[in-house]
């Protein structure tokens, strides 16, 4: 038994002894690699750029090869998607690859190409609609890229090169399942409207440095590996000697002690026979244990008794503490979805458990509940008072009725049962979101403090009615106040302003509201922290003598959302414009029914403009969404420059004709206006402006 127990704590220091060698080893390994990584990657990544640049300058001039990619780019613009499959787009593009120019451009890059080191170098573009990269000049002889062919690309290749600065040289790292890892570097080629027209790609392997990585990783693997092992075996075996077994020695003299004290067997110097010349803190310890074995025997049963009452006694004060913490909200944000509020709260008990709390509960969709309160004494009862003042202070609350009528409430309930004669203080709020109009009461509470925006906080010198708790009959007033955006309120306990140093001096209002308009920039989370870093410096070296409780919500206003998006007025482009008006209303939550009804407005506004609004079929559309601050809706305008036409004149269809006998039109806008809330026309500076409204 004991043997095998040494054997295992040798096992186990050996074991540390190991992984802590094995990590440092892993930990050198990693660091060694990610500076290789980035070494010859930065390398790669500059060569890439430097040959790119290279195959630009070789084109010659910039004028010619931006004139060719405009025409073989405006060829592929104006055919669609479905069209560049067919013949009739092949056979216009071959007639672009016939001209001498090409031929010129070609032979530039076959020759840059000969004489470098890179996997392939061509003249292409990117499109970010269709994701797609189309070749215009394609110089390799084994699988050339005809002109105008395209390939599909990453959006992460379109991000690279079509949404950075191009004076940032961008370089783009990615593996292909068909090329394997390649370093890509651009440089544009401008027309003479000084827009990008096309792109001198360059590919270069990456796969060098995978591979270069592989065999670094393996020589100081291994390199490390047996250093670790010689290491380790030496530390082992030093802590086995030093360490292991005469910890081991004690260990079986404490346990020898424990055998003869279970079996009654009143024998001493356990510790004293062991032979421990460490010269350290393990001969040190044979020592204590050597004096401990001689006093224990005498506070054993005292200690015993003594110990089981604490851990009894700290087991349900904790337990008590966790309770109570528990039962005010904790986790913040506390309500994450929600834009127009920010809230943050903290307790801290001068005691195990205290009497201070704080609340705050959405009653609906657009009021928010705000309490603090404080409980008359302190600890466990205090604490049993305070969670149920909690529970009827919300219960009430979400029963309906102002402040004062709550705290009515709650003050006849507590004075029906309350023969310890204990009281609480609270302010009540209730706020409502949509316009931060908040209504209060105060049961013997501290002020509240109000910050206004570009204004600091000032307390609000409300009228106190009774504590709760003290008078049955006791009334209370509401009253009122206005909360801007960006407005902020701050309540607290009784604790904050009347704690206390050293020399007796409290912390007071006054640098209460100091440290509350240093902080007034900051959100509710680091004003509450500035507000406790400011008391803890104060109080300093003396004991907290009451709880500390704070509550600080500031008020953002209703959600207000503005986005447009201008797309070219085509058919194609109607599941674009769809997608970026579902994206914001699934962030609304819209119900699924108002979202289909809003996909069909849509399709029939945005089909209206395509078909008729351009004479000659080119020309843009805007969509715009706007979300409505004080409605639940939205709001989406169509706007064009084309021919003047207001659709809500023409007559509406008979629908309760046979389809037969309908006119042909207007079936579209008719059921647009029918499910929509609003929809209104005009025509401005040149512009048909439509505006639907939606309310859900």
Not at 70 to 80: G, K, L
Request: proline share 4%.
């Amino acid at each position: 038994m004991k043997a095998n127990r040494k054997a295992l704590l040798a096992q186990r220091v050996f074991h540390l002894t190991l992984l802590g060698c094995i990590l440092l080893g892993v930990a050198a390994l990693v660091m060694g690699m990610v500076l290789y990584y980035f070494s010859m990657s930065g390398q790669r990544q500059d060569f890439t750029r430097d040959t790119a640049e290279q195959a630009f300058q070789s084109l010659g001039s910039e004028t010619t090869a931006a004139a060719y990619a405009d025409e073989v780019m405006d060829i592929y613009r104006d055919t669609s998607a479905e069209d560049r499959q067919e013949e009739a787009y092949a056979a216009r593009m071959q007639q672009i690859e016939e001209r001498p120019i090409y031929k010129v451009l070609r032979g530039h890059m076959e020759q840059f190409l000969n004489y470098n080191d890179v996997y392939a170098a061509y003249i292409g573009m990117l499109d970010p609609v269709d994701r797609n990269v189309v070749f215009i000049v394609d110089p390799d002889t084994e699988d050339p890229r005809r002109v105008g062919q395209f390939e599909k690309v990453s959006k992460k290749a379109i991000d690279t090169f079509m949404e950075t600065d191009p004076s940032d040289k961008p370089c783009l790292i990615e593996y292909t399942r068909e090329y394997g890892w390649m370093c890509t570097a651009a440089v544009p080629i401008h027309n003479i409207q000084g827009e990008i027209c096309a792109f001198v790609f360059v590919d270069a392997t990456y796969g060098n440095v995978m591979e270069g990585m592989r065999e670094f990783a393996l020589g100081i693997g291994v390199a490390l590996l047996l250093l670790t092992a010689l290491i380790a075996t030496i530390l082992a075996w030093r802590m086995k000697k030093t360490v292991v077994e005469p910890i081991n020695s004690i260990a079986a003299a404490a346990q020898s002690y424990v055998e003869d004290r279970r079996n009654g067997v009143e024998t001493d110097g356990h510790f004293a026979k062991l032979d421990i010349r460490t010269g350290d803190e393990v001969e040190n310890l044979q020592q204590v244990m050597n004096s401990m074995e001689q006093d224990l025997t005498e506070i054993e049963n005292t200690l015993t008794t003594v110990t089981a009452e604490n851990q009894r006694i700290g087991t349900e004060l904790d337990l008590a503490r966790r309770v109570q913490a528990d039962m005010v909200p904790n986790i913040f944000p506390p309500f994450p979805e929600r834009t127009d509020m920010n809230i943050y709260a903290s307790m801290d008990p001068a005691k195990e458990v205290g009497g201070d709390f704080y609340d705050f509960f959405l009653l609906d969709r657009d009021h928010l509940g705000l309490v603090i309160a404080d409980v008359s004494g302190k600890g466990v009862p205090a604490a049993l008072f305070m969670m149920i003042s909690k529970i009827l202070v919300q219960n009430y609350s979400m029963m309906g009725g102002s402040p004062k009528e709550v705290l009515e409430r709650v003050n006849q309930q507590i004075c029906q049962n309350n023969r310890e004669e204990m009281f609480i203080t609270v302010w009540l709020g209730i706020l409502d979101l949509k316009n931060g109009h908040m209504t209060c009461a105060n049961a013997g509470h501290e002020y509240p403090i109000l910050m206004q925006p570009d204004f600091g906080f000032e307390i609000i010198k409300d009228r106190h009615g009774l504590v709760i708790g003290g008078l049955e009959s006791a009334r209370y007033t509401n009253y009122e106040l206005k909360m801007k955006k960006g407005a902020k309120l701050f309540v607290y306990t009784d604790g904050v302003p009347e704690a206390t140093n050293e020399s007796g001096k409290l912390f007071g209002m006054d640098r209460l509201l100091e440290v509350l308009n240093e902080a007034k920039g900051e959100k509710p989370q680091q004003i509450l922290q500035a507000v406790r870093n400011k008391v803890d410096g104060f109080v300093g070296t003396a004991p907290q003598f009451d709880d500390l409780t704070m509550l600080c919500l500031e008020y953002l206003g209703p959600r207000h959302l503005v986005k447009e998006m201008t797309k070219p007025a085509r058919i194609e482009n109607i599941p674009v414009i769809t997608a970026f008006i579902n994206e914001e209303l699934e962030a609304m939550d819209c119900p699924m029914k108002v979202q289909m009804q809003i996909e069909l407005a849509i399709d029939e506004l945005f089909s209206n403009i395509a078909y008729y609004a351009y004479a000659g079929g080119k020309g843009d559309a805007t969509v715009r969404f706007e979300q409505l601050e004080e409605e639940h809706g939205v709001m989406l305008t169509f706007i064009d420059s084309g021919i003047a036409y207001n659709p809500l004149e023409a007559p509406e269809p008979d629908v309760t004709l046979p389809a037969e006998e309908r006119q042909t039109g207007g079936l579209g806008i008719f059921m647009v206006r029918k499910t929509m809330d609003e929809v209104s026309y005009e025509h401005v500076d040149g512009r048909n402006i439509l505006r639907i409204k939606k309310l859900f």
